[in-house]
């Protein structure tokens, strides 16, 4: 009995991290064993300035991004603004992903003054080609 509490009060919270837009550390790929998982895993798309690898995980219950920018790009305080762009961009559309879906973005190296319109653009593009 406390067990399907406890799971019905996880999927509620679920849900108002949904709802509230949040972006916690749950919904973020942090481990080096995540990332490289994505990376073998061959689910490739390339846009104008993102890479996607992508994969569906049936264990997590709501999408999670990761995102790595090469220090050849740019200097920290670039490679950190795009950062935050993507989270931003990636946060505000987490409802209309996939519940089972992990995303590491890279960014390419011609994307260096790239606008946030421009930037959305692209991350919209990418994802309505991502299959099933």
């Known amino acids: 009995m406390e067990e399907t509490s406890l799971k019905e009060e996880e999927e509620s919270v679920e849900k108002d991290l949904l709802l509230k837009f949040k972006f916690p550390k749950s919904l973020k790929i942090r481990k080096k064993n995540e990332f490289k998982a994505l990376r073998l895993s061959k689910n490739r798309l390339k846009g104008s300035f993102l890479i996607f690898d992508y994969r569906f995980n049936e264990e997590i219950s709501n999408p999670k991004?990761?995102?790595?920018?090469?220090?050849?790009?740019?200097?920290?305080?670039?490679?950190?603004?795009?950062?935050?762009?993507?989270?931003?961009?990636?946060?505000?559309?987490?409802?209309?992903?996939?519940?089972?879906?992990?995303?590491?973005?890279?960014?390419?190296?011609?994307?260096?003054?790239?606008?946030?319109?421009?930037?959305e653009k692209d991350f919209f593009n990418l994802i309505s080609l991502i299959k099933k």
């Open 65 to 119: 991004l990761g995102i790595t920018i090469s220090s050849k790009i740019a200097k920290a305080h670039i490679r950190n603004k795009f950062k935050r762009q993507i989270r931003e961009i990636f946060r505000l559309n987490q409802h209309s992903l996939d519940k089972n879906i992990e995303i590491c973005i890279r960014v390419k190296k011609k994307s260096k003054d790239l606008k946030y319109q421009d930037l």
